[in-house]
Each structure stands twice: as C-alpha cells, then as structure tokens.
C-alpha cells in the first residue's frame, strides 16, 4: 500500500495499523496525519511506547498520557483514583484520535490497561471509548521486555483490545531511507527469512572492516556485559581525571533494589570530559529523552555538562525514580539519568537511525535479533560487521506467519479503496472531519507559561509530588519552576512547600547553605550536599534553599 493510500484510509475515520518495513515511511505518514488534523483543530493524543519514538513525533509516552504510568494491572481503587484527576478527563474529553508509534514494544497486557482506562473515563463500551485508534509499527522488532515479576509479554496483537478493534492494515511497501538496493535486498531476504548463500556472502564483505577515524560508528552488542566492557575501554582512552557519581536511595529496601535494577542508569556512573553518554530517562522541557546521546562538555562534584548531537547543551541534574502508594513515596532513587554510550544493545537500537555502526552479532540469542541490528544503517558501506551466529538472521515464524496475514489483508483493504468511487473517498472523509472536529473557532484564551501552571498549583496549596504527579514532569523540573518564580516574585512563600522536610533537618540544611556561600546571589548547592552527605538529597537542598531569604 502506498502512503496516499493508507493517508485516504485514516482521513475515512477507520481505526488502523501501519506497517512496515524500517524505512517505508511509517511516521513521516503519522506526522502527515497529525498535521491534517491539527490543521482542522482536532485534538489527538500522540504516543508511543517508548520516550525516544515520542519524541521524534514531539509527543509522550502511551503510559504517561494514559495515566497507566508504570501499573501491570487495575483494581477498582486504582481506576476511581484515576478519576480523580481532573487533568485526565479534559485529555480524554477532548482527544478524538490516539495514536500509538512503536507499538512492537507495548505489552499486549498493557495495551488492554489503557483500553480499560479509556472505556472507563468515555463511559462507553466501545474499543477505546470510541476514539479512532492507529497503531505503528513493525512486529519484526526484538519483542516487549518484561521486568522481573511480570506476567509473560506478549506482542499486542495478542491482546482482546487489538482483536475487538480489528483495525485495518496498512502495509507499506515503498521505500525512503536505505539508498543502497544491494543492502535493501539483504533486509527483505532477512525480512523474509530466505536468507541465501549470496546474501551471506554480501554480508561478509562488511567482515573486519575498520571504519576511518572520523566515522567512529556506534558499537552494538547483543549483551549488557559486552557494551559495559567497551565502554570502559573507551573511557580509559580519554585523558583527565575520572569522576564518580553514586546513586542515592531511601525508603523500603527491596523496593529501591527493584528500582535500581529498573534503572538504565549505573548505580556508580563513571565519566570523563568527552565521554559519549545516552540520557536513560525521559525530559521533554529540558529538551532530552531515554535514548537522546551527547558528549560531555565538562564533569566534576557540582555537576554535569552534555551537548547532545544536536547541538543542545544541557545541565544535567539528578533524576529520580519512585515507587509510590496512594500518593505517598515508598521508596526513591536518585542518579543523573545518564549512562555511557560507545556502545548500546540491539535492545537499546531499536528505533535508531544510523550512518554506520559496528555490529557484533556472534552471540545473537534471539530470533530478529540481526534484522532489527542491521536495519538501523543506511547502507552497507555503513555496516562494520564484527561478527555473525546462526540465530543472528533467523526470524520467528509467529512473527512471519502475522505478517504474511496482515500483508494479505492490506492488499484487501488497498484493494476496497481503489474500488471506491473518488466522490464516495471524499464524502467520508468529510463525514468523519465534522464529526470530529469542533464547530466554529472558539476564541482562544491566552495561554499560561509553564512556570504560570506551576504557580498556580502552588497557589491552590498542592505539594511538590502532587504537582509533579498531575503535570507528567519529575520534582527536579518543578523545583526549576519554583526558582523561577522566585526570581520574579521574591514574596512569594515556599514554607508550605517544604513542610514536607522536618524542621530539624530543615535547619541542618539552612546552616550548610549558609556556610557553603552565595554565587550569583543563590547559595551554592555541592559545597553544602558535600557537607551534609548521603544522607541528603539534591531535591531537599534546593527546597529548603527557596525558603532562605
């Protein structure tokens, strides 16, 4: 199906799954979507599975929008406390499309988890409380990872939300990123496990290869022990002293073990001036998500610079990781969310688009494992093949015989538009655009700042975690917000917030800022942590520092 045909097919108003191979142009087809919907004022809930596929489409994630968050179930009391959150029922009140990029790496257990949410706040049993729903993605991706506990993770089609939808297909087959026929063809034989004895020999040209200096290509390694060992070595390489970073915890232990093994983040993060990093944890306004990568433009004990390869320089600040019950904070951990990045997992490529990369497939122990690999590069000039198993271009058959499936129903549904009258085609679009789109423009009420919406859940009394629970964003980013409006209104009271700290610890904290010193007119923040030690947060520091005149 072309994507002209596919477009005509979401602009009707049917629920879709657009497929594919890497490069057929799944998300420049949703972003063409997205902007003729945008364009006729309709609001549509952009999603994905995982931070880094959100981003490329400015959207979040489907746990974040939905209000899932992290949950591998739903009891009764978890759904009335969803519903109690005012900002969720005017997000579901006002989407009429949702859709959901990389759905490859969705659980099919929690696909139903949203389902169940939306049904819930639509009051209507109707497949997702009635909205038009479009899947993307490619079901030959490495399947869901599930945490240690959870139940089995399945591919979504599996689940009774995709099976009661039944959304139609739309499998792309042109092609617009690898501009090499020769690599193309080694892809679709992959793709469509018919490997033969010339693929394998064109594969083989790429054996030793050493990239030139200035292309140093990503590494990527099937298992966590080798790209822990590469980038090692490469840190070592660099000149200058090495810096420590330790993560911090409180709270009930086995669940901070639970969150530190959760965490891309290492529990000691080693770095140095130059070291490539990957940020592990999503940041929208900071401008960085699980997956974005940098450089190191300065590391010591009061903090971390990166520029990341766009050319945005970030001051890193510690992240947190919570586990939380009924709104109270069970335990935490806190790292900077970053990690070293010479090189990555197949795992951790997913969703990737690169120049080149060295590949070392010789331990694949997955079915996709080499086709998802392989499909990040352009070209095979681009390809540094270190090494090579039999599992490595191997596919799962469940997965073959799917695609073969939706390929056969695709060719049906192209086959039922190109049947249909032109006239007809427009009548229908037309019929869902009125249905969906508001009548009339509303005169559009001005829109308040981020740091305006902070402030105004302060003003209402609401506390840090609160306030970070209903925006979607971490306390770091609130506090950043809290310093600002400081900056603008000196008058304003910051005690209430910091209640949360005991008054003890609270003057501890006071005396260290004080002795630490000012900069710029604010009390430095290291010279006291460095003071009080451990057993004090970054985040407490800086509320306690906004109560200081």
Not at 169 to 177: D, V
Not at 380 to 397: C, Y
Not at 457 to 480: F, P, Q, Y
Not at 528 to 548: H, M, P, Q, Y
């Amino acid at each position: 199906m072309t994507q002209k045909e596919a477009l005509d097919i979401l602009k009707m108003g049917h629920n879709a799954f657009i497929t594919g191979p890497a490069g057929s142009g799944k998300t420049h087809l949703l972003n063409e979507y997205i902007n003729y919907l945008k364009n006729n004022d309709v609001e549509v809930g952009i999603t994905a599975a995982t931070g880094i596929a959100a981003s490329h489409m400015c959207g979040q994630t489907i746990h974040a929008w939905s209000g899932l968050g992290i949950r591998d179930s739903l009891s009764p009391y978890d759904l009335e406390s969803l519903e109690e959150k005012p900002y969720l029922w005017k997000r579901f009140e006002r989407a009429k499309v949702l859709i959901i990029d990389e759905i490859s790496m969705l659980h099919h257990f929690r696909l139903d988890l949203v389902e169940q949410i939306l049904r819930s706040f639509k009051r209507n049993n109707l497949p997702f409380g009635g909205l038009q729903v479009i899947f993307c993605g490619d079901f030959f991706q490495l399947p869901p990872v599930s945490r240690m506990g959870e139940r089995e993770a399945l591919f979504a089609y599996h689940s009774e939300s995709w099976k009661n939808l039944s959304p139609k297909i739309c499998y792309l087959n042109e092609q617009h990123r690898q501009n090499d026929e020769s690599f193309l063809e080694i892809l679709n034989s992959i793709r469509e496990n018919n490997v033969s004895s010339e693929i394998i020999k064109k594969l083989k040209t790429r054996f030793g290869k050493e990239p030139k200096e200035e292309e140093k290509p990503t590494k990527i390694y099937t298992h966590n022990a080798n790209v822990d060992e590469e980038n090692e070595k490469e840190l070592q390489k660099l000149p200058g002293k090495v810096f420590e970073y330790e993560m911090t915890n409180k709270g009930q232990e086995f669940l901070a073990t639970t969150l530190k093994k959760g965490c891309l983040s290492p529990e000691i993060l080693r770095l140095k001036k130059n070291a490539r990093v990957m940020f592990t944890k999503n940041n929208f306004e900071e401008g960085y998500v699980n997956g974005t990568q940098g450089i190191v433009t300065s590391c010591d004990s009061s903090g971390i610079m990166v520029r990341t390869t766009k050319g945005k320089i970030i001051n890193v600040l510690p992240a947190t990781w919570v586990i939380e019950e009924d709104g109270k904070i069970k335990a935490q951990i806190g790292q900077y969310p970053l990690r070293l990045a010479w090189a990555i997992t197949v795992h951790k490529s997913q969703g990737m688009s690169l120049d080149c990369a060295q590949i070392d497939l010789s331990r694949a122990f997955e079915n996709g494992m080499g086709y998802v690999a392989l499909s990040r590069i352009r070209s095979l000039e681009g390809l540094f093949l270190a090494g090579l198993n039999d599992v490595a271009l191997k596919m799962d058959e469940e997965v073959l015989d799917f695609d073969r499936q939706f390929s056969d129903r695709s060719l049906e549904h192209g086959e039922e538009l190109r049947n249909m009258d032109l006239d007809i085609i427009k009548e229908k679009q037309g019929e869902f655009l009125n249905k969906i789109s508001p009548h009339g423009k509303k005169i559009k009420k001005k829109k308040l700042t981020t740091y305006e919406i902070t402030k105004k859940m302060l003003d209402e009394g609401k506390t840090l975690l609160e306030i970070s629970v209903e925006r979607d964003l971490n306390t770091g980013t609130i506090l950043d917000h809290c310093e600002k409006i400081r900056l603008t209104n000196p008058e304003f009271d910051f005690s209430k917030l910091a209640k949360i700290i005991s008054s003890a610890r609270q003057n501890k904290i006071k005396e260290a800022l004080i002795k630490g010193g000012k900069e710029g007119g604010k009390y430095l923040l290291s010279p006291a942590k460095n003071k009080l030690g451990a057993g004090f947060s970054f985040e407490d520091i800086r509320l306690v520092r906004l109560t200081i005149d």
